[in-house]
Every structure is written in C-alpha cells, then in structure tokens.
C-alpha cells in the first residue's frame, strides 16, 4: 500500500512522528505533500524512470519528498549526510539527476552548486541557499491530487565506498501501480509488523537499512517515529514514550546502551518493545546474549544488503540454538562456494551467494563490479562479498568481509572475531582490527581502538588488551600491536570505513 490509502482509512493517525519534538505528519498530509511533491517532478518534466537526489538530515521533510519520488514511477537516491561537496556532487553526476532536494542545513557549501552541473533542477529545504529555488514555496503551489500515472519507483542507493568510488545499485522498475506495492516491501514479514506497528527509527534515513524499515512500516500502515540521531539513554526514552513496537538497530548501538549506568537503564518501561531487528554486522555473542537477558527474546537478526539479492532471516529462538548464526535464506537459494565457483560442503568455509530466478541488480556505470559480484558460471547467483558456511540445516554462519581477511604466513585470520573479542574489554569504547605489513609473514594483527570515555591511551592498557585477546583468542589471531584513536571512522550506520585505518599503514601505491 502506499499513503493514499492509509489516508482513506486514517486520515488523521500520525504517519511520523519527530520523537525528540513530538511534531507528527498525519497519513492526510503525508498523501497531499506526497502528491504536491510527484506534481512538481511532472510539472518540471520527468517521467516514469526519472532520477531524484535527496541530501537532507533525518527531518519530516524526507518522508514527503521519498513518497512523491516513489508514487511517480522514479528512482530516489539517498545522499550520505555527511560526505563532502565533492563525494555529493559525484553521487548526484552519476545517478543522472534531474532534480536535487537538499536542506539547508546540508548544502549550504557555495562549491555544490558549480559540482553539479547537469542538474538543473535544485531545491532548498528549510532556508535559502544561492543557486536553489526554495522548495517550501514550489511544493506548496502544487495541487494535492495524485498524478494520472502512480507507477511504483524504487532506491537507486550507493554503495558504502569503502573499497573506492560509490556506485548505485540499480534495478528494473516493475511497470506496476504505487497501489500494488514498493519492491523489496515485503507485506508478509517474519517481524509481525501491521498497520499497529509503531516503529522507533534511531538511524539516518539515508542509508539503506533504516530507509527501507521506515518505508516498509508506512506500506504497511504503521507509524514511524523518527530519532534525528541516535543517542543511547534517548532510545530508551523514545520506547517507553511512544509505546514502541518494533525497532532496527546496528551492533554498536547495542554496545553503546549496553555501557549505560546499569540502574540508568533500569529506569525505562520497555515492555511495549515486541520486535528489535539489527543486521549491517556480524554482532557479538555475548553482546547479543546481553541484550537478551535485558529485553528478552526478541532481537531478530537478518542478513542482506542494499542490492536485494537475498536475505537470510533468524527468530531470537533459532539464534540460541545454538547461537551465532544469521539464519537461512527467504525467498532465495543460498551457497558456499570455493573460489573456482563450486559448492562446499556443510561447514566449510567460502563465498556467500544467493540465487534467483535471475539477477535482480547491476551497479550502475560499472560493468566490472556487477561481474565481480556475479559467479563465474551461474549468472543468477551474485555475492556481497562476504565469507561464510552453513551448517547441516542451512543456517548461514558468517566469517567477515572477504576484502578484510587477513592473510599471515599463508593463514587467513578473520578481523571480525578478534574485533568481537575485544569489544568486550571495559576499557573498550570501539575496535578495528586490519593486517598491517610484515617482512616475513606478508601481513600481521593491528588493532586500533577507542577507548571508553573514562579511560586514557597508555602502554599498560595496551599490553593489557594484548593479554586479554591471549586469553580469549588462538595465539595467531592475537594482535601485535595496538594503536589508539580518539573516534573510530564510523558512521551513525555503523559501517566502519576500515580502509581510511588500513591507508595509514600501507605504502602508498604508485
């Protein structure tokens, strides 16, 4: 469904909600604004197969803009916030947009206008900015009625660039009404959301994850409330606020309330909170039996990414028997396959694919990854780069990034496991751990941390930490050495941009 029928039957319901304000959009508004918003793009020209940009911080705004992108048949790109004019202005070049919305807040950079070229369509949201019409004022003169042709448009989102330049991640509209449903808007759904769900986003809208829960939540007629960041103790606060219902979160989100004073958490009313969802990495063992003992059983995990290739899926009951897993493949056929492309057996280490009928995505402008990401024989199978085995019931276990694996001595060392360990240490606030160079074993273990808010960089608590891996870890995957950092490259995601860490300690290519 979309907003004009949730408008028919609730008109006055709030569809967002500000949490930290408590301002709401109305399923009414949210419909009208939708639909001044598709007026626009029809009456600057764009048509079914459009492109869109939107560079904006979590605001209600972004709700109207994305529907009115989506009801018209068009492709929506989500710009991360916090890139720099130049890394914006690229992302806009190359998806091909006609039309950039960007808050005033974000573009205020007199360098943004002169990078983007051809893109002649530029609107400001919430002030004035040299070189963009105010959207405010281009909306609200539109009628709010629907266009004549509502067909379902779709995210072309970029990937992460941890490894390089972003590239969208592109797919085929399917031609149907808005009515009918959004691609990759699943109305069946393993997490009980309905049109009751009142759903806690603490995450940026434009990444890929908390975009796609938000407009899953609205399809299906539930409420959105809407962090602008997150913030642990505020979360807490939210859930008990609002009655949430269901929520989606990243690892170090976990984390990061986990080190809440333990009587601070014990304050909020939690008991509304059916269904948490956290996925984007691998999380911690004992950090997720943590938050279990604290919220119960019902953190669910999944495994997927912003191309839509496959999902794997585990309910808090399958997790804990035995724990570790993110669970078995829906709606696609998963497979471990060594490097020449052959299938393993159970428990044997390989490339994650996932099957479909066919491919469902390409990386647009980019010919050389979609094949990278595509198997060398079947052309319907593709991988998000990851290493991982199943086990005899086709539970999916993963090991790390493949583009992460350290290789010393001829021996492959999964980051992930040490990163799991450590984080574990009081004194540890975040960790990365990469291969560094070695002259005899071609890489070695570095870690580099952030330390908890109380605690100062020093040796002793770096051989600290080095006797704490030993304890918990096989000798080689002990670090060698570690280094500290004020704050770890990582985003409000929780994707960590490894490669900015890894480049301080390589030799510059030539």
């Not at 094949?371 to 539970?395: K, M, R």
Request: charged letters at 20%; one cysteine or more; aromatic letters at 10%.
């Amino acid at each position: 469904m979309y907003p004009g029928h949730w408008a028919s039957v609730k008109p006055n319901k709030p569809a967002v909600i500000d949490a930290a304000s408590g301002e709401q959009v109305t399923w009414l508004e949210l419909d009208r604004r939708s639909n001044q918003v598709a007026r626009l793009l029809e009456d600057l020209g764009l048509r079914v197969g459009g492109h869109v940009s939107i560079l904006m911080e979590n605001n209600l705004e972004y709700f109207s803009i994305a529907w009115g992108v989506l009801r018209s048949g068009m492709y929506l790109t989500c710009i991360n916030r916090y890139l720099t004019p130049d890394e914006a202005a690229y992302i806009v070049e190359d998806s091909t947009s006609q039309v950039l919305f960007a808050s005033s807040e974000l573009a205020q950079s007199q360098e943004l206008p002169q990078l983007i070229p051809s893109c002649p369509h530029r609107f400001s949201v919430g002030g004035n900015i040299a070189g963009f019409t105010d959207a405010a004022e281009a909306i609200a003169a539109m009628p709010t009625t629907p266009i004549a042709d509502e067909r379902a448009g779709d995210t072309m989102l970029y990937s992460s660039g941890t490894t390089g330049r972003p590239k969208g991640i592109k797919r085929p509209l399917t031609g149907d009404h808005v009515g009918h449903g959004l691609p990759g808007v699943e109305v069946d759904n393993p997490y009980g959301m309905n049109p009751d769900t009142i759903y806690l986003s603490p995450a940026p809208l434009y990444h890929a994850a908390p975009f796609g829960f938000c407009t899953r939540t609205l399809a299906l007629g539930g409420t959105v409330v809407m962090m602008r960041g997150f913030d642990p103790e505020a979360s807490l606060r939210h859930i008990q606020q609002y009655s949430i219902t269901h929520s989606q979160w990243v690892p170090t989100m976990f984390i990061r309330m986990l080190k809440l004073d333990e009587k601070l958490r014990g304050q909020y009313d939690l008991s509304s909170h059916q269904c948490a969802i956290h996925a984007a990495a691998p999380c911690p063992k004992e950090i997720k039996h943590q938050m279990m003992d604290w919220w119960g059983p019902i953190l669910w995990e999944y495994y997927a990414g912003t191309e839509r290739n496959g999902t794997t899926v585990i309910s808090p009951q399958e997790w804990l028997e035995p724990p570790g897993s993110v669970g078995r493949a829906i709606a696609s056929i998963l497979h471990i396959c060594d490097e020449s492309g052959a299938d393993v057996p159970a428990r044997e280490e390989g490339m994650v694919y996932f099957e479909q009928p066919k491919r469902t995505f390409e990386y647009h402008n980019a010919p050389d990854k979609t094949q990278s990401a595509t198997h060398p024989i079947h052309d319907n199978w593709t991988s998000l780069g990851d290493v991982g085995y199943v086990d005899e019931d086709g539970f999916l276990y993963l090991t790390d990034r493949k583009a992460y694996m350290i290789i010393s001595g001829g021996v492959n060392i999964y980051p992930q496991e040490i990163e799991d360990a450590l984080v574990l240490h009081p004194a540890v606030q975040d960790v990365a751990v990469f291969g560094v160079p070695n002259a005899d074993f071609g890489e070695e273990v570095k870690a580099v941390v952030e330390l908890a808010p109380d605690q100062t960089p020093s040796e002793s608590i770096a051989d600290d930490l080095i006797a704490y891996a030993k304890v918990h870890l096989a000798g080689y995957k002990v670090p060698r050495s570690v280094d500290f950092t004020d704050a770890l490259p990582r985003l409000p995601t929780g994707k960590l941009y490894k490669r900015l860490l890894k480049d301080q300690y390589w030799p510059a290519k030539s």
